[in-house]
């Protein structure tokens, strides 16, 4: 194509694409990038869904480095599987055809100790040994009479250099990984709802820990998560990228209304919007709620810059953080040319 350079996704994706869900694509890239780099605003990323067994780290790490993510509200699973990944990818099976498996296909996969999703199947002794891992730090706080939340303890697992010599992956591939370097908040809302938030409750009824409080409750978030927004609202506005729906979306876009009408306190909506998802629009589903929707719940503004884009997260996801990754990179190149070339000579 004349006039694009072939390694650079942002010139594809203006060259390329024009219309319905590709425009829009390319306007909340567009949109992310001036919020963030030139309105000095500052990002939430929600991850439900599988995002980090379809390796998201890859382009999300790297975004999470470069200062565009500021707070993450994430699923148990994807938290975690995004560690699993570092110590267990080369053992990892993909199945591409998983639409024509059946139960006894994948009664043979559970026998040979792998649990799918979609067409990636995880080894299940990787999540045993992030568990033995995490088990130690909880019991270490519950002999020291603390407590901390989910994500606390897997960046004191990071930080204990547990992957250093066992990764699978090059670290810098974790968006976990680089969120614990940038040492922003991952929220887990429903935490519980994860494998290894099933082992800590197990870990509690068998005994091994004395009470489930060496883990913060729900509730311990969203009061630190609106100490987090109260903070910064008053400087930057804030904006919201949401990757498919359910609790790591709703949980964290939450805080505004609760801010507003159950603290009674004015602050600022939600100034910029993109939800990537598949739910149809229809039969009062969160997931497929537009932002207009949102509007009524004290969740935007009726001018806040919003995105829709009905589609494949795992495809459309990537994109976006790259093309903003590239403009940051050509923008900031620019200045720095431009400061060169106006330095003055020495005398």
């Given at each position: 194509?004349?006039?694009?350079?072939?390694?650079?996704?942002?010139?594809?994706?203006?060259?390329?694409?024009?219309?319905?869900?590709?425009?829009?694509?390319?306007?909340?890239?567009?949109?992310?990038?001036?919020?963030?780099?030139?309105?000095?605003?500052?990002?939430?990323?929600?991850?439900?869904?599988?995002?980090?067994?379809?390796?998201?780290?890859?382009?999300?790490?790297?975004?999470?480095?470069?200062?565009?993510?500021?707070?993450?509200?994430?699923?148990?699973?994807?938290?975690?599987?995004?560690?699993?990944?570092?110590?267990?990818?080369?053992?990892?099976?993909?199945?591409?055809?998983?639409?024509?498996?059946?139960?006894?296909?994948?009664?043979?996969?559970?026998?040979?100790?792998?649990?799918?999703?979609?067409?990636?199947?995880?080894?299940?002794?990787?999540?045993?040994?992030?568990?033995?891992?995490?088990r130690a730090l909880w019991q270490s706080?519950?002999?020291?009479?603390?407590?901390?939340?989910?994500?606390?303890?897997?960046?004191?697992?990071?930080?204990?250099?547990?992957?250093?010599?066992?990764?699978?992956?090059?670290?810098?591939?974790?968006?976990?990984?680089?969120?614990?370097?940038?040492?922003?908040?991952?929220?887990?809302?429903?935490?519980?709802?994860?494998?290894?938030?099933?082992?800590?409750?197990?870990?509690?009824?068998?005994?091994?820990?004395?009470?489930?409080?060496?883990?913060?409750?729900?509730?311990?978030?969203?009061?630190?998560?609106?100490?987090?927004?109260?903070?910064?609202?008053?400087?930057?506005?804030?904006?919201?990228?949401?990757?498919?729906?359910?609790?790591a979306g709703d949980f964290a876009m939450?805080?505004?209304?609760?801010?507003?009408?159950?603290?009674?306190?004015?602050?600022?909506?939600?100034?910029?919007?993109?939800?990537?998802?598949?739910?149809?629009?229809?039969?009062?589903?969160?997931?497929?709620?537009?932002?207009?929707?949102?509007?009524?719940?004290?969740?935007?503004?009726?001018?806040?810059?919003?995105?829709?884009?009905?589609?494949?997260?795992?495809?459309?996801?990537?994109?976006?953080?790259?093309?903003?990754?590239?403009?940051?990179?050509?923008?900031?190149?620019?200045?720095?040319?431009?400061?060169?070339?106006?330095?003055?000579?020495?005398?």
């Amino acid at each position: 194509m004349k006039g694009v350079n072939s390694y650079s996704i942002a010139a594809f994706l203006e060259e390329n694409f024009k219309h319905f869900n590709a425009r829009e694509t390319l306007d909340a890239a567009a949109g992310y990038y001036r919020f963030v780099e030139q309105q000095q605003g500052l990002m939430m990323v929600s991850l439900a869904g599988a995002m980090s067994t379809a390796e998201l780290g890859k382009t999300l790490a790297p975004l999470i480095r470069a200062g565009f993510v500021h707070a993450i509200s994430s699923t148990g699973a994807n938290i975690e599987e995004d560690l699993f990944n570092l110590v267990g990818n080369s053992r990892y099976k993909l199945q591409p055809n998983w639409r024509y498996l059946t139960m006894a296909d994948d009664a043979r996969t559970l026998e040979e100790g792998y649990n799918r999703v979609t067409d990636t199947c995880i080894p299940e002794d990787v999540m045993l040994d992030v568990h033995s891992a995490l088990r130690a730090l909880w019991q270490s706080a519950d002999r020291n009479g603390q407590r901390h939340f989910h994500w606390e303890y897997f960046y004191q697992l990071i930080r204990s250099g547990f992957f250093n010599n066992r990764s699978d992956v090059p670290l810098r591939d974790s968006w976990l990984v680089a969120a614990c370097e940038r040492n922003i908040p991952v929220y887990t809302p429903g935490a519980e709802d994860s494998t290894i938030g099933n082992m800590f409750c197990a870990d509690v009824i068998q005994g091994h820990l004395s009470s489930h409080a060496v883990l913060k409750s729900g509730t311990e978030q969203f009061a630190h998560l609106t100490q987090w927004y109260r903070q910064h609202e008053r400087k930057h506005p804030i904006g919201f990228f949401q990757i498919g729906g359910g609790i790591a979306g709703d949980f964290a876009m939450c805080v505004v209304p609760a801010i507003i009408q159950d603290h009674e306190t004015n602050c600022r909506h939600w100034r910029y919007f993109c939800h990537i998802g598949d739910a149809v629009t229809s039969f009062g589903g969160y997931s497929g709620c537009p932002p207009n929707e949102k509007v009524t719940w004290h969740k935007l503004d009726p001018d806040t810059e919003n995105y829709t884009i009905n589609s494949d997260a795992s495809i459309v996801a990537p994109l976006i953080f790259q093309y903003v990754l590239e403009k940051s990179a050509s923008s900031r190149a620019k200045s720095r040319t431009v400061d060169a070339a106006v330095e003055p000579a020495e005398a």
